[in-house]
């Protein structure tokens, strides 16, 4: 009944955004030469798989995410030969690597919505054009901050165009199948160079129907089907990532198979954010109770056999408050965000450890819980070495510094006079406190703790694939739940609160301590925790 793995359920991601990471020509911008110089680096940290942010060419409005020629690598970041080159040193250690796919829109300044706006064949219908503004009036802002209506009125067409992001972002027709047959081509150009697949943004958001909110349509499971298939039937090895920021319940039908016989093999995404864990477990941290932990996962259905979800802590978005309710958006905000420069459409501009007070033990927690919920974890950039966030950048850019690799200068990124963000420089998350030198150098950062997790959790199978079951403890700020598979259980304690609770462990080895625990009544300390491998 246990079937191998297939590698992205027991995968380490890593997101990367490529102008943060290295710098190789001097010009102040990171680039694809610049990432192939640090693999060695991400190969060590132990991740398997890289996620690269888009590295499109693009005006870059939505920071790549607005592309502007699907074929093609921006200038900033290198050429095709580097892209290539990149994919070839990150296989050759071991490494995998997905890229952003960006289906539902492109950049104003592509090619084919210049040519839509001019009614110019064969991409007069390659976008949503309308007389009116009131079409889909169901339909939610996103980006509530910056837009006040999903329609922009475009004089050259004398037409308004739907955009579910910034209005420099017109979303593409999915009912024109030239549209769809357009994706499929670039999905097989970027997988015939060997990427491994695709994180597929914004997924919910493809097709438009009058009288619905228009996410999660039949029909964009119905293209998605297909365009697994053709990933099945040609590329086997590669995988879909599901970006839609949902509940679980309507993020399930997105794996496919019977969402009421989890034994089915899925036939859409291989694998899927879990959004709505994330601000939960904040929450649960900051409350010091586990039921908004515990509740979200009990609400989580059963994905296919051959699915895996995704997990996070933090990425390069604001952290989304979409998925809690009115009154624990405005706690979040009180708790995380006390300056309204944090806050950002429905969401918090802040790295982790800002978030967490760069307390040491509350971060090691919040990792700890990444690794072992279910879900394949995924690291964001600088994270692993505890990096600060820029709250005076503009929109998402505060969580897009440079990467801090040492105390020198431009801290290792860039020889650069000036360069595309500044560093990190201030006095708790300056470059010259927080860097991956010091850290690679010192038995007790952050950085080697979480190699640590890697390893520990590699070694481990139940924790990437294993069933969750919660136990109940009498103080509600100590979480416990088991990982199971096959024979092995491993259970993991994690102390919510900042005062000792005791439990009662049975015989154990602790797989982080390496050492056997006979069983009885231990004291977790503040925002301690324990990955116990009962005997
Ligand atoms: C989700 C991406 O994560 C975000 O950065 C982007 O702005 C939107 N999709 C639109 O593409």
């Known amino acids: 009944m246990f079937q191998t793995p297939h590698w992205y359920q027991t995968a380490v991601f890593y997101e990367l955004y490529v102008r943060a990471f290295q710098d190789s020509d001097g010009d102040g911008q990171g680039d694809l030469q610049g990432m192939i110089q640090r693999l060695d680096y991400l190969a060590d940290l132990g991740v398997d798989c890289i996620w690269l942010l888009p590295t499109f060419p693009s005006p870059l409005v939505d920071d790549g995410y607005d592309i502007a020629d699907y074929y093609g690598v921006h200038p900033d970041y290198g050429s095709i030969a580097d892209f290539k080159a990149l994919i070839a040193a990150a296989h050759a250690r071991g490494l995998r690597v997905i890229a952003d796919l960006v289906l539902n829109h492109t950049s104003d300044q592509h090619p084919w919505f210049q040519a839509s706006r001019r009614r ?137 198979g019977d969402p009421t016989d989890a034994s089915v093999p899925g036939d859409e995404f291989h694998m899927g954010f879990h959004f709505p864990l994330m601000p939960r477990l904040y929450m649960a941290l900051k409350r010091g109770d586990r039921s908004p932990v515990a509740d979200i996962m009990a609400r989580t259905p059963a994905i296919p056999p051959n699915s895996q979800w995704a997990t996070f802590l933090r990425n390069h978005d604001e952290l989304t408050l979409e998925m809690v309710t009115e009154a624990e958006r405005q706690w979040m905000w009180e708790q995380y965000a006390p300056d ?93 406190r927080v860097n991956v030198a010091d850290q690679l150098s010192n038995p007790t950062s952050l950085l080697l703790l979480i190699q640590q997790f890697i390893t520990t959790y590699k070694t481990q199978p139940a924790l990437a694939l294993g069933d969750i079951r919660f136990l109940h403890h009498p103080d509600r700020a100590m979480l416990v739940f088991e990982r199971i598979y096959r024979r092995e259980r491993i259970l993991c304690l994690h102390n919510l609160s900042d ?37």
């Not at 499929?184 to 619905?212: I, N």
Request: aromatic share 14%.
């Open 340 to 432: 309204p420069r944090m806050r950002l459409n429905l969401g918090i501009r802040r790295r982790l450890a800002p978030l967490l007070d760069n307390d040491r033990s509350r971060i090691e927690l919040l990792n700890s819980l990444l690794f072992t919920l279910p879900g394949s974890p995924i690291i964001y950039y600088g994270d692993e070495i505890g990096m600060g966030d820029n709250i005076a950048l503009p929109d998402r850019n505060g969580l897009r510094t440079p990467m801090q690799w040492d105390a020198g200068f431009n801290a290792g990124f860039s020889t650069a006079s000036e360069l595309y963000a500044p560093i990190v420089a201030d006095r708790t998350y300056g470059y010259q």
């Open 499 to 535: 005062r000792g609770i005791a439990i009662h462990a049975p015989a154990s080895h602790d797989l982080l301590a390496d050492v056997d625990w006979s069983e009885g009544v231990m004291t977790l300390p503040p925002y301690d925790y324990r990955w116990l491998k009962v005997l």
């Open 120 to 256: 110019q064949e064969p991409y007069t219908d390659y976008y949503v054009w309308s007389d009116t503004d009131q079409k889909y009036a169901d339909a939610r802002i996103i980006f509530v901050d910056t837009e006040s209506s999903n329609w922009t009125w475009d004089e050259v067409r004398g037409q308004y165009f739907w955009h579910r992001f910034y209005s420099q972002q017109p979303d593409l027709n999915f009912d024109n199948p030239a549209v769809q047959e357009e994706m499929f081509k670039v999905a097989r150009y970027w997988m015939d160079m060997g990427l491994d697949g695709f994180r597929a943004d914004a997924v919910p958001y493809l097709f438009e129907r009058e009288g619905t909110n228009c996410e999660n349509l039949p029909e964009t499971h119905a293209f998605l089907k297909r365009l697994r298939a053709m990933m099945d039937a040609e590329y086997p090895d590669a995988i879909l990532l599901c970006e839609a920021n949902q509940w679980p319940e309507d993020v399930r039908p997105y794996f496919g």
